[in-house]
């Protein structure tokens, strides 16, 4: 008699707890059905976000420099201007081969760089898709040369012979362009460093009321506008390294860096490529 009555009992615990878990079952679908989650309607879950690769993790470390005659290092007597200084630093600290293809300019504007980007059977998208690092500098001869009044940035009495009204009115189809020539390079390689070294303003000293130095930072700040769009653009300021002491790092032409400036360019460079 005990035994049975034993026996009745868990078949009663057993039938009470299929009936609670049935049940439970019952609300959890009629609650996923009204309420669904975001994955319970097709949707596929977040990835989980990947570690990009840093360029500098290759073997071997090829630069791409490209611009105008900052890049060219034009005014370094040495011949190294900042692109090689970079390149020989870099080759110190990671203890890598870094070469260099240096297809800068000399006078060339945002329009002529862009044209060169976008020229059919131009090897320049090829250079850039297989490079690490890709140096830049553009935008000085747009400022400085589309508002000179003759042939001279400087009149026989040495002051700044630029038409300031003209410069404003060029200044904003360049940076139009500008943002072109990032998102160009940005789409052509996603993956490499790409460095912005921007101008600074190499007539201060003859330019009291500072006019240029509004164009030079209305330009700077529509680079880091556009640069901040992509993850592997980085704008180096350079305005700061020329001001305090401007002929001390200026080439005897009045424009250019000499050696001791392009090493003050490069050294900043290399900060932003560690």
Do not use: C
């Not at 890049?71 to 260099?100: C, H, Q």
């Not at 189809?173 to 921007?198: G, H, Q």
Request: without cysteine; hydrophobic residues 40%.
């Amino acid at each position: 008699m005990k035994s049975t009555r034993l026996l009745w009992r868990t078949a009663g615990a057993i039938g009470l707890l299929s009936t609670l878990l049935f049940l439970f079952g019952f609300v959890y679908a009629v609650q996923t059905t009204l309420n669904p989650k975001p994955t319970e309607l097709g949707q596929a879950p977040a990835p989980t976000p990947q570690p990009q690769q840093n360029a500098l993790d290759s073997s071997k470390i090829q630069i791409l420099a490209l611009g105008d005659s900052l890049t060219k290092g034009t005014g370094d007597t040495s011949g190294k201007g900042y692109v090689e200084r970079v390149k020989e630093g870099l080759a110190k600290d990671l203890k890598k081969e870094v070469f260099v293809w240096n297809y800068a300019v000399i006078g060339s504007t945002t329009q002529q760089l862009l044209d060169s980007l976008n020229k059919p059977g131009s090897q320049l998208p090829d250079f850039i898709k297989q490079s690490n690092v890709i140096l830049l500098t553009i935008g000085g001869n747009d400022i400085f040369r589309t508002g000179v009044n003759g042939n001279n940035i400087l009149n026989s009495k040495g002051e700044l012979n630029i038409d300031m009204d003209s410069l404003a009115k060029n200044l904003p189809e360049a940076t139009a362009r500008l943002d072109k020539i990032f998102a160009r390079i940005a789409e052509l390689n996603p993956k490499a460093k790409i460095v912005y070294t921007m101008f600074y303003h190499p007539f201060l000293d003859v330019d009291p009321d500072r006019k240029g130095s509004k164009a030079v930072q209305d330009f700077a700040d529509a680079a880091f506008r556009s640069a901040n769009r992509y993850s592997n653009i980085t704008v180096v300021p350079t305005y700061d390294l020329f001001q305090q002491n401007l002929l001390k790092y200026l080439y005897n032409d009045h424009y250019h860096p000499n050696q001791e400036g392009y090493a003050r360019m490069a050294e900043r460079v290399r900060q932003v490529l560690e």
